[in-house]
């Protein structure tokens, strides 16, 4: 059987690998680094929101879903080196929701944030100088921010989208408020 494996410039390949890894006391869910130290987190946390993660295929993400599940359980395939199945818990994380188990939305991924955020602030300070054009950056910076909000939420207390709204109505007036107040002061 051949499994996906990162190739040397960031490219997936399939490998077929005759030696088994000491996987035996391996925990997929233990922490790579130590969270007790701000060092472990930042990196915990740079891991989990590589933007890269939002250009890997489907198959790949349905790959990684797969070996963690199996690792979870026990059962790894022969041949599975521990960089394998540490690749794909940092798919698994950047791309699954950790309470429900479902593939979450591309945009709405943590991963996604860095880029989102740059394309949309760099149209934000593009198209500023009417206020048809603040309005509807600011509404879709809203947006982005509402549905990467949503996406990450915590899914073990339900929440309604009824009860977002109001959240997302009241970030639009606030910018549009500085602007006037900023273009009227001497």
């Not at 399939?14 to 130290?37: S, V």
């Not at 206020?131 to 949503?150: C, G, R, T």
């Amino acid at each position: 059987m051949m499994y996906p494996v990162r190739g040397t410039e960031g490219s997936t390949v399939l490998c077929l690998n005759k030696m088994e890894a000491d996987l035996t006391g391996f925990n997929i869910d233990a922490p790579r680094w130590d969270q007790r130290t701000f060092l472990g987190r930042v990196k915990h946390f740079l891991n989990i929101t590589d933007p890269r993660t939002v250009f890997v295929s489907e198959q790949e993400l349905d790959w990684a879903k797969v070996m963690v599940e199996k690792s979870r359980m026990g059962v790894v395939p022969p041949g599975t080196q521990v960089e394998q199945l540490l690749y794909a818990k940092k798919l698994y994380d950047s791309a699954f929701h950790p309470d429900t188990g479902e593939k979450m939305n591309v945009i709405g991924r943590m991963s996604f944030q860095l880029p989102g955020g740059m394309i949309i602030t760099g149209f934000m300070l593009q198209f500023y100088r009417t206020m048809p054009a603040v309005i509807f950056w600011q509404w879709v910076n809203q947006s982005f921010n509402a549905l990467v909000n949503y996406t990450n939420r915590n899914a073990a207390s339900p929440v309604s989208v009824r009860k977002h709204r109001p959240w997302w109505a009241a970030g639009c007036p606030l910018p549009l408020w500085l602007r006037l107040t900023v273009s009227i002061s001497p």
